[in-house]
Nanobody, 112 residues
């Protein structure tokens, strides 16, 4: 089981990024997958999750700006991030709840 996050980068406030979580060794659509983030000096916090049935949930700070989805043809879980703010700056990780598997993280930096 492996998860690989990608798509991070440097963007100006108000911009957008799309993160991808590539799953290998299992079919991601059969599992609850979520995204977490960790800013310097802060604890890792949940951002968004998607159930096997496609139900989604979001942390309050990102509601209305972030969208989690799946591309089952490519075994990906995506995180579309719009209207980015400097406070969204963090390392973003994807995570499979069952078994507690983590990807390696991708850096998102939002400049003001």
């Amino acid at each position: 089981v492996q998860l690989q996050a990608s798509g991070g980068g440097l963007v100006q406030a108000g911009g957008s990024l799309r993160l991808s979580c590539a799953a290998s060794g299992f079919t991601s659509s059969n599992y609850y997958i979520d995204w977490y983030r960790q800013a310097p000096g802060n604890q890792r916090e949940p951002v968004a999750g998607i159930t096997a049935g496609g139900r989604t949930n979001y942390a309050e700070p990102v509601k209305g700006r972030f969208t989690i989805s799946r591309d089952n043809t490519k075994n990906l879980v995506l995180l579309q991030m719009n209207s980015l703010k400097p406070e969204d700056t963090a390392v973003y990780y994807c995570h499979r709840l069952t078994g507690g598997y983590w990807g390696q993280g991708t850096q998102v930096t939002v400049s003001s």
